[in-house]
């Protein structure tokens, strides 16, 4: 069983930064590939960004690429999501979730956070 906790969310304007961190309970965090993802009003829920279990793997879907970073520190049971040159389009709740294996298929992710709020005005 893992627990996580979302935390960083927040409003910003266009153009800044936001780091998000999602804290992870229990022993085994350095087993699971980690996403986040994030959910818009009306929208289904999209991948946003994941990493391998050492760190080393790291995807990014199209629209973030570029802008937004990953990592994680296994010693602190954490992963991040650095955004920068954030967009009113990033506006949405973001998750992140633990899985076997590194996928952008929410379904595939066996743990989530409760999500925390990010939302950027123009």
């Known amino acids: 069983q893992v627990q996580l906790v979302e935390s960083g969310g927040g409003l910003v304007q266009a153009g800044g930064s936001l780091r998000l961190s999602c804290a992870a309970s229990?022993?085994?965090?350095?087993?699971?590939?980690m996403g986040w993802f994030r959910q818009a009003p009306g929208m289904e829920r999209e991948f946003v960004a994941g990493i391998s279990r050492s760190g080393v793997g790291l995807y990014y879907a199209d629209s973030v690429k570029g802008r937004f970073t990953i990592s994680r520190e296994n010693a602190k049971n954490t992963v991040y999501l650095q955004m920068n040159s954030l967009k009113p389009e990033d506006t949405a709740v973001y998750y992140c979730a633990a899985s076997r294996g590194i996928t952008a298929r929410d379904y595939d992710y066996d743990y989530w956070g409760q999500g925390t709020q990010v939302t950027v005005s123009s």
């Open positions: 229990g022993r085994t965090f350095s087993t699971y590939a």
